[in-house]
Every structure is written in structure tokens, then in C-alpha cells.
């Protein structure tokens, strides 16, 4: 995982993507642990801190599945940690 202002890059670590690739008969495990992935994750941490004033962000990702993918809980956890700090 790398940063580069203005951009973060938020990985999803090895082992999520293979739990994601096993989906959707293990989605619900795989949510649970890419959330507690997220919540320990410096670099989201950062993302944060960096971006707290923006009124939009963009997040971009790369998939087949819309319904079964890990940006969708990426984008529910950072809108959940903005809510906090706001």
C-alpha cells in the first residue's frame, strides 16, 4: 500500500481478495473481516485526516461483481468515520 497526495490508495490486503473471490457463499464472513481489516488500517487513518474538509471524494475501483465487492464496504466505513468526526 502506497500514498501519494492528492491520491491515497487503499489496498485490500491478499488475504480479502481471495475471501472476495470465494463470494457470495461467504460475503457475510468476508464483510466482517474486511471491516475489522479497515477500522486497524494506518493508511485509511490517514486518508481521513487528509480529506476531512473535502465536501466529495471520488473512490475508483476495478470489478465485475457491483453487489459483492469490497468498495462498497470501503465507501460505508469512510462515511461512517467522516459522520464521526464532523
Known amino acids: 500500500m502506497f500514498l501519494h ?3 491515497c490508495f487503499i489496498n485490500i490486503s491478499r488475504k480479502g481478495a481471495k475471501a472476495q473471490r470465494e463470494k ?12 475489522t481489516e ?5 493508511h485509511v ?7 476531512n474538509k473535502r465536501k466529495q471524494l471520488t ?9 459483492h ?9 469512510l462515511e461512517n468515520v467522516f459522520k464521526k468526526i464532523s
Not at 487513518?45 to 480529506?51: A, G, P, T
Open 24 to 35: 457470495p457463499a461467504r460475503w457475510l464472513e468476508f464483510q466482517k473481516c474486511y471491516k
Open 59 to 67: 473512490l475508483l475501483y476495478a470489478g465485475k461483481d457491483e453487489e
Open 45 to 51: 487513518e490517514i486518508f481521513v485526516r487528509n480529506n
Open 69 to 77: 465487492t469490497h468498495a462498497l464496504i470501503l465507501q460505508q466505513h
Open 38 to 42: 479497515l477500522e486497524n488500517n494506518e
Open 5 to 7: 497526495s492528492p491520491f
